[in-house]
């Protein structure tokens, strides 16, 4: 949540900023700001979008190679032109852009009062911009020496970038928490700062990832890590594996169609190297170091967030039936709170697209104290979920981009279930013939999601029948149940309509009493052991005059017949349908909300990585 970036070299660092700020808008969009060094500090800011920002510099003068910018997820204050950031320090020479939340802010601000400081905004930010402001003039020190002694006595977590008039041609930045990526220019003599590597690509591939209680100070020609002890940290440059269109809409009206429509791609680089049917293949090189503990695991427990949650749901219906392994799902945020029986035996299997999930990281981190084994599955390279894992696998997935998770979610899938092959291939609990089976049908879900996209007009017809609904009722069982709740979150994260997943047979035991005929019921009734059971739940919402759209599985002959419409996909194993009957409400939500006028990519109060608790 919220995005920051830098710039220090030899460019005119406002078109820069301002770029990396678009690309990183997905973090937050309540408002953003810029902080040019000249000679002075030239700030520009305002509540709203990157495009505003842009309307309110117009033509003023931006001149200076040297710059910090945030795009904000409001926290602490309301979106206003006030709160947005850079904060200053009180003499104006100090600007400072940050990510993440002081939780100390109040008894920071106490302090700074009875020294006579005057705080106009409603941020923690600005606190701590006065905090490092204060600490320098009581040390008499370099800005990176007040940063290092001020963070030292911050509670919470931050990625911040400063520039200070008074030490020109220089940046100093610090993370905990929050993501930070340094790109290296040419010889050095150009750096960017950013929340991620996507506004850094298209200038270097040379980035070091910032660890926590780091703090890196540039120059011209220079690169100085320690952390905010002052003890000195290797700088470890590494090479992106990114391309540039991957972070661009190449022809589509918005990112989220178009990483739907990347699915049978990013599904097949998943697979690659990890699965060859024919060789009865199935291997996840990032976690055989670990693959023991797995074996030996007295339980894996699942923790996410989110689309990542609803991945690790299935996951536990996957790991459950081929390894015989006890699965628990949990919610990352209940469970870092709830004291947990945790411990050594236990595997837990981290999913977070991000990888800098803020309730993720702390509960894996609170597992990890425990003496739990980590295992992580991030789409993010190199972010801090991976870091902290023990081993993992990466979904391979490319960059996320609409804030609704869609490609990440297949990804998720395709890994997870690679992940419970190999371990029941390892264990021997699953048959030769049934492994070859799988794998051979895990080999085939890339062209059966491009089979589904296929059907994105008729899907685009009944998006326009239902546009206007104002309640939805997604009803899924067995694998289909997770489904259920990933279609009705994808309708109501991006269309604000409201939206429920049910397991279908719950239905009789309230959402029942909702079913009229003004309410659309979502089924997902492929053919797979529950298929009788959701018929008989598809009759008891016709006769009470719900409407219903199907998804069946190719050439029923019963469902069409009782329903209003359907959707139908290809067959495949019970336990790899998720990946692609969730393909048509991934497609259903999209055109319902590009009718309803609403931002598919960015929705209102959603922020794509939730750094914040
Ligand atoms: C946010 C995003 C969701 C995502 C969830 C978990 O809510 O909008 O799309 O599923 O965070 O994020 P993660 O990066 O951990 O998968």
Redesign the pocket.
Known sequence: MCGIVGYLGFKEAKDILIKGLSRLEYRGYDSSGVAIMNENLKVFKCKGKVSDLQNLIGEQDTHGSVGIGHTRWATHGVPNNVNAHPHLSSDSRIALVHNGIIENYGSLKKELESKGHEFYSETDTEVLTRFIEQVQKDNECSLEDAVRIALTQVVGAYAIVLVSVNEPGKIVAARKGSPLVVGVGEDKEEFFLASDATPIIEYTKDVVYLDDEEVVVLTKGDITITDIRNVARDTYIETLDMELEAIEKGGYDHFMLKEIMEQPKSIEDCLRGRVIAEDLHVKLGGIQQHLPDLLNANRIIIL?????WHAGLVAEYVFEELTRIPVEVEYASEFRYRNPIVGKGDVIIA???????AD?LAAIEMAKERGATILGVCNVVGSSIARASHEGAYTHAGPEIG???TK?FTAQLTVLTSMALMVAKEKKSISENRLSELLRDLEQVPAKVEQVLKLDSAIESIAEIYKDASNCLYLGRGYNFPVALEGALKLK?ISYIHAEGYPAAEMKHGPIALIDEEMPVIFIATRDSSYDKVVSNIQEVKARKGRVIAIVTEGDALIPKMVDHVIEVPNIHEMLMPMISVIPLQLLSYYIAVMRDCNVDQPRN?????TVE
């Open positions: 996410a967030c989110g689309t990542s999913i977070s697209q991000s990888g800098e999930t993720t804030v609704a998770s990440a994260e959603l922020a794509k990585s939730v």
